[in-house]
């Protein structure tokens, strides 16, 4: 039993048992991946139901399952087959599925570059699979976490109106305990062999991604400033307190609003001494004593901020929106390269530059998943797996479209592949290559915990 | 036969109703399982935000309606008559068109430390480098919001009032009352208001219940924490757990418009008592040219600020850099127009498909309705079409996307085309009964007795003659379907992208460029559809005359 | 009281047609002027002009006095021109006291109500204060427009074809009525029927002005 516990905690099991399963189903391999994602699910879903009708026994006969399930797999593996093969033509098969699926892929809408690069996608996933791609444009991922659940409690299981969805953080982790993603579909997209192996692929938030969404683009909290206006921007949260006093101003997204959680996130980090409670659940510290140098902090910020702690900007797009309007001197924004972008679209000055605090700001990855109801399932594979190919991902890293960092390891990829992402031209605005350390994101549960909290004393 | 067409007709449009509010009222009191199963009201009443929600709320409807209200009256006072009463006739409509949250972006950026208004003053008389700090925009306490919905309601209030002022005889009103030796305004106070008032009270409603529940402007302009009673039901709908919460909200909000509308009725019945016993004083009371010169400064000043907005937003659309102090871009560019004109082909071809859907349909339905109406001598049920222009628009939203989620027909484009229908005919209808019920019946007669069946009636006598309002209620349903947004975002589950659904997601990227394309375009369908109404019949005409 | 005059009266159409030229006048208090002239003779336009209501487009020339005060730039409301115009133009929102009182000038509240009550007295419409205008009959509302007008007492009185509208029956009695109750004021009427002109009444035809 122990060989094969091991093995379960060594071996990306989901994928091997689909693939496995894909060659059981020979005649229709497509389908077996699939039907094998979907059907891991629900056993693993039947279970925690079941798990919580009957307590004990039931746990234990379910651990029993699971391992029945793995030996299974490991049956199979060892069975002797060439697992690239079996890559290929499973994957052959979803792409033949895929051809004219239209994917409706729900993602932000407010970037107008964004949308743009979302419409080259689509272009190009129509040229290259026959998918229609439709890019749902929504305010707030929230929503449609919100529309699925709704979907899940009246049971409408199948035909759901989203394919794939861009995610992350509490989204996700909302997603995956409410069982909401449809599997682990992520590890078996061809391209994921050129993924950077990072451990911010592999946890969202603190909380296992296991599969069941495909990275997409790399974040991290940085800050904007106009080198015209300010000599020298604030390096610490002491700084900007200093700078403050001084007349600067500054400000930031109230919470909820994402980027205004990550800013009081990335406070806390550097205010608390007790890091260790961070990337455990909120539930298991002393939340009040963890958090009391940050509402101190905040309570000498709040009155010297743009809008006096009364008024707060809508987001962090926003905020960039005021640096170039001179309302405000420094922007938050959450991704690296978003002031090389911002200039070559007319929205910044190019004398903006861009920096992180000293020790470093709170990084994470984002993701595509796709919903436990959709209806094109290989469609949104085929997609999912065009979004993390070089070319995409390449031009994905371009400010001149979006300039977003890429998830992919580029000593990875072929030399021609190396070449697309050696063209591109961040300029001088953009975080400098090699700065910036990036601090992990502490565990998903503090986020709710902390926007509460901060509702509660500031949100009237 | 007729009557099973009226039935028919009034269950398609009372169904909606019913259900939007029953989807509503079940899962406040947690009677709708699975997706409420829990008591919404006392989680309601607890949450922090619920009561400073409804005080803003409370605050800026109240103040806005009474604003609005006040500066129509002003205007009709000051300006009838004059030059600047054509100005503000041929002006006002196409700011109709114009969708309020475009208004409300070019607003803030008129009035912002760093907006226009500030940039022609400085640095030069106000010695400001940098935006001043002196105050903010969208301020905490709603005044933002007020002035926003001032500006995009007095001009719909002042053109309904304006419909209004050959039916109460103005003119002669103030004739008589002048040579009687009333200065002016009180012959407006004693002779004219108190005629036109009641006809558009109506009006006044649903601005007040309008400003009570607006989303996109509040969104926009309103304080964001805590937001607008209404933008805080709307970040509970989409969350699953607070369904319940949600839809007590609704309720809530639904009760605030009929409270607020209790309290109109007795302030103008106490105002009515008051008015009622002054008349009898006989003073005359003294023309104040000042007051005149005063007055239609404001009436010029809101014209001015209003097309100023517009003005912004077309000036944006072309920008590519635009910082303080600059009283123009520095940089300009038509990329974002030729960018762009791929990208809308898609969600301008739903926008127009859903438009034509609902004007075909809303003009069938009122036709028929008003000939059911008017040969089987049935009660009128003018109250019935107003129902979705007086309950707000959230609290039935959320009872239909409820009710879609239960049924499974969220994300259907029927669905959606059907709530744009419910929403555009009871303008068609009202639009249309005043002149179908004026109609000489002997057109009809004078046709039936030349043997004419009562469709080639129909068909070629009574639509004919009412070309007009036919054309002009089309154009309002046109303009209400393409102005949908929260009917399209809620039951289209994003399959149906609008223009309208494009604009508002554009507000997140806060690219005033995009947004002003996007406001453009929004605007420009309607006008067209307000230009072709004018068009038409002088064509019709003028074919005939030839 | 005064005589009303007028001086020199030009009045131009936009189009550039001339209503009348040097139109002059005088009506002695208790004196009756009749304007008679067929419809769009320019009638109407010149009482217009005289209440100082004329529409802007039309070109005046010309003065009107009040015994020795000129008119012309006096406002509308200040003129105390009364005018009676074909519609009785009673007010719908008021009864028909309150017509009344809204005509009457100055007095305490209650020689207000017995000034109000005593003319109704004199007009045989007693009684009738608290009643809905448009429960009257067409000869009752005449009766009472004109006991409005004198009530907010003018200094002439303007009267535009005020019995067109009435029954023929009734016509004679609220002639009698007006001539009567006008007796002591310079009175214009203007008309297109022979029949409205008193007996000692002066006639000025448009017709042949032109």
Same mark, same amino acid.
């Given at each position: 039993?122990?060989s094969?516990r091991?093995f379960?905690?060594?071996?990306?099991?989901?994928?091997?048992?689909?693939?496995?399963?894909?060659s059981?189903w020979?005649?229709n391999p497509?389908?077996?991946?699939?039907?094998?994602?979907?059907?891991?699910?629900?056993?693993?879903?039947?279970?925690?139901?079941?798990?919580t009708?009957?307590?004990?026994?039931?746990?234990?006969?379910?651990?029993?399952?699971?391992?029945?399930?793995?030996?299974?797999?490991?049956?199979?593996?060892?069975?002797?087959?060439?697992?690239?093969?079996?890559?290929?033509?499973?994957?052959?098969?979803?792409?033949?599925?895929?051809?004219g699926?239209?994917?409706?892929f729900?993602?932000?809408?407010?970037?107008?570059?964004?949308?743009?690069y979302?419409?080259?996608?689509?272009?190009?996933?129509?040229?290259?699979?026959?998918?229609t791609?439709?890019?749902?444009?929504?305010?707030?991922?929230?929503?449609?976490?919100?529309?699925?659940?709704?979907?899940?409690?009246?049971?409408?299981?199948?035909?759901?109106?989203?394919?794939?969805?861009?995610?992350?953080?509490?989204?996700?982790?909302?997603?995956?305990?409410?069982?909401?993603?449809?599997?682990?579909?992520?590890?078996?997209?061809?391209?994921?062999?050129?993924?950077?192996?990072?451990?911010?692929?592999?946890?969202?938030?603190?909380?296992?991604?296991e599969?069941?969404?495909?990275?997409?683009?790399?974040?991290?909290?940085v800050?904007?400033?106009?080198?015209?206006?300010?000599?020298?921007?604030?390096?610490? /949260?002491?700084?900007?307190? !200093? $700078? +403050?006093?001084?007349?600067?101003?500054? %400000?930031y997204? #109230?919470? @909820?609003? =994402?980027? *205004?959680t990550t800013?009081?996130?990335?406070?806390?980090?550097?205010?608390?001494?007790?890091?260790?409670?961070?990337?455990?659940?909120?539930?298991?510290?002393?939340?009040?004593?963890?958090t009391?140098?940050?509402?101190?902090?905040?309570?000498?910020?709040?009155?010297?901020?743009?809008?006096?702690?009364?008024?707060?900007?809508?987001?962090?797009e926003?905020?960039?929106?005021?640096?170039d309007?001179?309302?405000?001197?420094?922007?938050?924004?959450?991704?690296?390269?978003?002031?090389?972008?911002?200039?070559?679209?007319?929205?910044?000055?190019?004398?903006?530059?861009?920096?992180?605090?000293?020790e470093?700001?709170?990084?994470?990855?984002?993701?595509?998943?796709?919903?436990?109801?959709?209806?094109?399932?290989?469609? /949104?594979?085929?997609?999912? !797996? $065009? +979004?993390?190919?070089?070319?995409?991902? %390449?031009?994905? #890293?371009? @400010?001149? =479209?979006? *300039?977003?960092p890429?998830?992919?390891?580029?000593?990875?990829?072929?030399?021609?592949?190396?070449?697309?992402?050696?063209?591109?031209?961040?300029?001088?605005?953009?975080?400098p290559?090699?700065?910036?350390?990036?601090?992990?994101?502490?565990?998903?549960?503090?986020?709710?915990?902390?926007?509460?909290e901060?509702?509660?004393?500031?949100g009237n | 036969m007729?009557?099973?067409?009226?039935?028919?007709?009034?269950?398609?449009?009372?169904?909606?109703?019913?259900?939007?509010?029953?989807?509503?009222?079940?899962?406040?009191?947690?009677?709708?399982?699975?997706?409420?199963?829990?008591?919404?009201?006392?989680?309601?009443?607890?949450?922090?935000?619920?009561?400073?929600?409804?005080?803003?709320s409370l605050?800026?409807?109240i103040?806005?309606?009474?604003?609005?209200l006040?500066?129509?009256?002003?205007?009709?006072v000051?300006?009838?008559?004059?030059?600047?009463?054509?100005?503000?006739?041929?002006?006002?409509?196409?700011?109709?068109?114009?969708?309020?949250?475009?208004?409300?972006?070019?607003?803030l950026?008129?009035?912002?430390?760093?907006?226009?208004?500030?940039?022609?003053?400085?640095?030069?008389?106000?010695?400001?480098?940098?935006?001043?700090?002196?105050?903010?925009v969208?301020?905490?306490?709603?005044?933002?919001?007020?002035?926003?919905?001032?500006?995009?309601?007095?001009?719909?209030?002042?053109?309904?009032?304006?419909?209004q002022?050959?039916?109460?005889?103005?003119d002669?009103?103030?004739?008589?009352?002048r040579?009687?030796?009333y200065?002016?305004a009180?012959?407006?106070?004693?002779?004219?208001?108190?005629?036109?008032?009641?006809?558009?009270?109506?009006?006044?409603?649903i601005?007040?219940?309008?400003?009570?529940?607006?989303?996109?402007?509040?969104?926009?302009?309103g304080?964001?924490?805590?937001?607008?009673?209404?933008?805080?039901?709307?970040?509970?709908?989409?969350?699953?757990?607070?369904?319940?919460?949600?839809?007590?909200?609704?309720?809530?909000?639904?009760?605030?418009?009929?409270l607020?509308?209790?309290?109109?009725?007795?302030?103008?019945k106490?105002?009515?008592?008051i008015?009622?016993?002054?008349?009898?004083?006989?003073?005359r009371?003294?023309s104040?040219?000042?007051?005149?010169?005063?007055?239609?400064?404001?009436?010029?000043?809101g014209?001015?600020?209003?097309?100023?907005?517009?003005?912004?937003?077309?000036?944006?659309?072309?920008?590519?850099?635009?910082?303080?102090?600059n009283?123009?871009?520095t940089?300009?560019?038509?990329?974002?127009?030729?960018?762009?004109?791929?990208?809308?082909?898609?969600?301008?071809?739903t926008?127009?498909?859903?438009?034509?859907?609902?004007t075909?349909?809303a003009?069938?339905?009122?036709?028929?309705?008003?000939e059911?109406?008017?040969?089987?001598?049935?009660?009128?049920?003018?109250?019935?079409?107003?129902?979705?222009?007086?309950v707000?628009?959230?609290?039935?939203?959320?009872?239909?996307?409820?009710?879609?989620?239960?049924?499974?027909?969220?994300?259907?484009w029927?669905?959606?085309?059907?709530?744009?229908?419910?929403?555009?005919?009871?303008?068609?209808?009202?639009?249309?009964a005043?002149?179908?019920?004026?109609?000489?019946?002997?057109?009809n007669?004078?046709?039936?007795?030349?043997?004419?069946?009562?469709?080639?009636?129909?068909?070629?006598?009574?639509?004919?003659?009412?070309?007009?309002?036919v054309?002009?209620?089309?154009?309002?349903?046109?303009?209400?379907?393409v102005?949908?947004?929260?009917?399209?975002?809620?039951?289209g589950?994003?399959?149906?992208?609008?223009?309208?659904i494009?604009?508002v997601?554009?507000?997140?990227?806060?690219?005033?460029?995009?947004?002003?394309?996007?406001?453009?375009?929004?605007?420009?369908?309607?006008?067209?559809?307000?230009g072709?109404a004018i068009w038409?019949?002088?064509?019709?005409?003028?074919?005939?005359n030839? | 009281?005064?005589?009303?005059?007028?001086?020199?009266l030009?009045?131009?159409?936009?189009?550039?047609?001339?209503?009348?030229?040097?139109?002059?006048?005088?009506?002695?208090?208790?004196?009756?002027?009749?304007?008679?002239g067929?419809?769009?003779?320019?009638?109407?336009?010149?009482?217009?002009?005289?209440t100082?209501?004329?529409?802007?487009?039309i070109?005046?020339?010309?003065?009107?006095w009040?015994?020795?005060?000129?008119?012309?730039?006096?406002?509308?409301?200040?003129?105390?021109?009364?005018?009676?115009?074909?519609?009785?133009y009673?007010?719908?929102?008021?009864?028909?006291?309150?017509?009344?009182?809204?005509?009457?000038?100055?007095?305490?509240?209650?020689e207000?109500?017995?000034?109000?009550?005593?003319?109704?007295?004199?007009?045989?419409?007693?009684?009738?204060?608290?009643?809905d205008?448009?429960t009257l009959?067409?000869?009752?509302?005449?009766?009472?427009?004109?006991l409005?007008?004198?009530?907010?007492?003018?200094?002439?009185?303007?009267?535009?074809?005020?019995?067109?509208?009435l029954?023929?029956?009734?016509?004679?009695?609220?002639?009698d009525?007006?001539?009567?109750?006008?007796s002591?004021?310079?009175?214009?009427?203007?008309t297109?029927?022979?029949?409205?002109?008193?007996?000692?009444?002066?006639?000025?035809?448009?017709?042949?002005?032109?």
């Amino acid at each position: 039993m122990s060989s094969i516990r091991r093995f379960c905690e060594n071996t990306d099991w989901p994928r091997n048992f689909a693939l496995c399963l894909s060659s059981v189903w020979e005649a229709n391999p497509a389908s077996g991946i699939i039907a094998a994602i979907n059907s891991c699910n629900s056993v693993s879903r039947n279970l925690t139901f079941r798990s919580t009708l009957s307590g004990t026994i039931m746990k234990n006969l379910s651990s029993i399952l699971s391992h029945f399930k793995v030996a299974l797999v490991a049956a199979i593996l060892t069975s002797g087959s060439s697992i690239a093969t079996e890559v290929d033509s499973a994957w052959e098969s979803v792409l033949e599925d895929a051809k004219g699926q239209t994917v409706y892929f729900n993602a932000w809408g407010g970037s107008d570059r964004i949308n743009s690069y979302l419409n080259w996608a689509a272009d190009r996933v129509s040229e290259e699979y026959g998918v229609t791609l439709e890019h749902v444009k929504i305010g707030d991922i929230a929503e449609v976490v919100g529309q699925l659940e709704a979907a899940k409690a009246v049971g409408k299981d199948t035909d759901g109106n989203v394919d794939l969805m861009w995610v992350n953080g509490e989204n996700f982790a909302a997603m995956k305990s409410g069982e909401l993603t449809w599997g682990a579909f992520a590890n078996n997209l061809p391209n994921a062999s050129t993924l950077k192996s990072s451990e911010s692929l592999t946890t969202d938030f603190s909380v296992p991604v296991e599969g069941l969404e495909s990275p997409w683009g790399a974040a991290q909290l940085v800050f904007i400033y106009d080198a015209a206006v300010v000599d020298e921007p604030p390096k610490s /949260a002491n700084d900007l307190l !200093n $700078f +403050l006093s001084d007349g600067g101003r500054f %400000a930031y997204p #109230a919470p @909820p609003v =994402f980027q *205004g959680t990550t800013m009081v996130k990335q406070l806390l980090i550097e205010l608390t001494d007790n890091h260790d409670a961070l990337s455990k659940p909120v539930g298991e510290a002393d939340f009040a004593s963890v958090t009391a140098p940050l509402w101190e902090y905040l309570d000498q910020m709040h009155p010297m901020l743009w809008g006096k702690g009364k008024t707060w900007p809508a987001s962090a797009e926003n905020t960039r929106q005021m640096v170039d309007d001179g309302e405000i001197d420094i922007a938050i924004s959450f991704n690296p390269n978003e002031a090389s972008a911002a200039v070559k679209g007319g929205q910044l000055p190019d004398t903006v530059r861009t920096y992180t605090f000293d020790e470093g700001t709170i990084g994470n990855t984002h993701f595509v998943t796709i919903p436990y109801n959709a209806k094109a399932k290989a469609g /949104a594979m085929a997609v999912a !797996n $065009f +979004l993390i190919s070089a070319e995409a991902q %390449a031009r994905k #890293a371009d @400010p001149e =479209f979006w *300039g977003d960092p890429t998830v992919l390891d580029i000593d990875k990829l072929s030399e021609a592949d190396k070449a697309l992402f050696t063209s591109v031209d961040l300029g001088p605005w953009a975080l400098p290559i090699g700065t910036g350390i990036t601090l992990p994101e502490p565990h998903a549960s503090w986020a709710d915990a902390l926007e509460e909290e901060w509702l509660k004393r500031y949100g009237n | 036969m007729i009557r099973i067409v009226g039935i028919v007709l009034a269950m398609l449009f009372a169904f909606p109703i019913v259900i939007g509010l029953l989807g509503s009222v079940l899962p406040a009191f947690g009677l709708l399982p699975p997706l409420a199963d829990s008591e919404g009201f006392t989680e309601l009443f607890a949450d922090p935000r619920f009561w400073p929600a409804i005080f803003l709320s409370l605050k800026t409807a109240i103040i806005a309606t009474l604003l609005v209200l006040v500066l129509t009256m002003l205007a009709l006072v000051c300006a009838h008559g004059t030059r600047l009463w054509r100005w503000l006739n041929g002006l006002l409509p196409p700011l109709l068109a114009v969708p309020h949250a475009a208004m409300a972006v070019g607003l803030l950026f008129l009035i912002a430390p760093s907006g226009w208004l500030v940039r022609v003053i400085s640095p030069s008389l106000t010695g400001w480098e940098r935006p001043p700090t002196l105050w903010v925009v969208p301020d905490s306490s709603g005044w933002s919001l007020i002035l926003g919905l001032v500006i995009k309601e007095t001009p719909f209030l002042l053109l309904a009032a304006a419909a209004q002022l050959p039916a109460v005889r103005v003119d002669a009103a103030l004739r008589i009352g002048r040579t009687l030796g009333y200065a002016p305004a009180r012959c407006w106070s004693r002779l004219i208001l108190p005629l036109l008032y009641p006809r558009i009270r109506l009006t006044l409603l649903i601005i007040l219940a309008f400003n009570f529940s607006v989303v996109d402007m509040a969104i926009l302009l309103g304080p964001g924490n805590p937001p607008t009673f209404s933008v805080f039901l709307l970040s509970l709908v989409n969350d699953p757990g607070s369904r319940a919460v949600a839809s007590a909200g609704a309720l809530v909000l639904a009760a605030g418009v009929g409270l607020l509308f209790g309290v109109t009725v007795i302030v103008e019945k106490t105002i009515s008592q008051i008015a009622n016993h002054r008349r009898e004083s006989g003073l005359r009371g003294n023309s104040l040219p000042i007051w005149r010169v005063i007055a239609q400064g404001i009436s010029t000043g809101g014209l001015v600020l209003s097309m100023l907005t517009i003005v912004m937003l077309l000036i944006w659309s072309v920008t590519r850099r635009w910082r303080f102090p600059n009283v123009l871009p520095t940089e300009w560019t038509f990329s974002h127009w030729t960018n762009r004109l791929g990208e809308f082909a898609s969600p301008l071809t739903t926008t127009l498909t859903l438009a034509l859907f609902t004007t075909v349909f809303a003009l069938i339905a009122a036709v028929a309705w008003l000939e059911v109406e008017r040969r089987e001598k049935v009660p009128k049920l003018d109250w019935m079409w107003y129902i979705p222009l007086l309950v707000p628009q959230v609290t039935l939203l959320f009872g239909w996307q409820a009710m879609a989620l239960l049924t499974g027909s969220d994300g259907k484009w029927l669905s959606v085309a059907y709530s744009h229908w419910v929403y555009a005919l009871p303008y068609v209808v009202l639009i249309l009964a005043v002149a179908w019920r004026e109609l000489d019946p002997n057109w009809n007669s004078a046709a039936s007795v030349l043997g004419a069946g009562y469709w080639r009636v129909l068909f070629r006598v009574r639509l004919p003659l009412l070309i007009k309002p036919v054309c002009q209620a089309a154009a309002v349903a046109l303009a209400v379907s393409v102005a949908q947004y929260l009917p399209t975002l809620l039951l289209g589950a994003g399959r149906h992208q609008t223009i309208a659904i494009e604009l508002v997601t554009s507000f997140g990227g806060v690219d005033r460029r995009v947004i002003a394309v996007l406001a453009s375009v929004q605007s420009i369908l309607p006008l067209i559809a307000f230009g072709l109404a004018i068009w038409i019949p002088r064509y019709f005409r003028a074919e005939r005359n030839t | 009281m005064y005589p009303l005059r007028v001086d020199n009266l030009s009045l131009q159409l936009p189009d550039g047609t001339m209503l009348c030229q040097q139109l002059s006048f005088e009506i002695a208090p208790g004196e009756i002027l009749v304007l008679m002239g067929p419809s769009g003779s320019g009638k109407s336009t010149i009482l217009s002009w005289l209440t100082g209501t004329l529409n802007k487009r039309i070109r005046a020339t010309g003065e009107v006095w009040l015994g020795e005060t000129c008119l012309n730039h006096v406002a509308v409301e200040k003129r105390k021109l009364g005018l009676m115009l074909q519609q009785d133009y009673l007010f719908p929102h008021m009864s028909v006291g309150q017509n009344l009182k809204f005509g009457l000038r100055g007095g305490s509240k209650s020689e207000r109500e017995s000034r109000v009550s005593a003319s109704l007295k004199s007009a045989g419409l007693e009684g009738l204060q608290d009643r809905d205008p448009a429960t009257l009959s067409g000869g009752q509302r005449a009766r009472v427009s004109l006991l409005r007008t004198l009530l907010s007492e003018p200094c002439a009185l303007l009267l535009d074809e005020p019995f067109s509208r009435l029954d023929v029956t009734l016509r004679g009695q609220i002639r009698d009525f007006t001539w009567h109750s006008a007796s002591r004021l310079p009175t214009l009427l203007v008309t297109h029927d022979e029949a409205d002109v008193p007996a000692n009444a002066s006639i000025l035809d448009l017709s042949g002005l032109r």
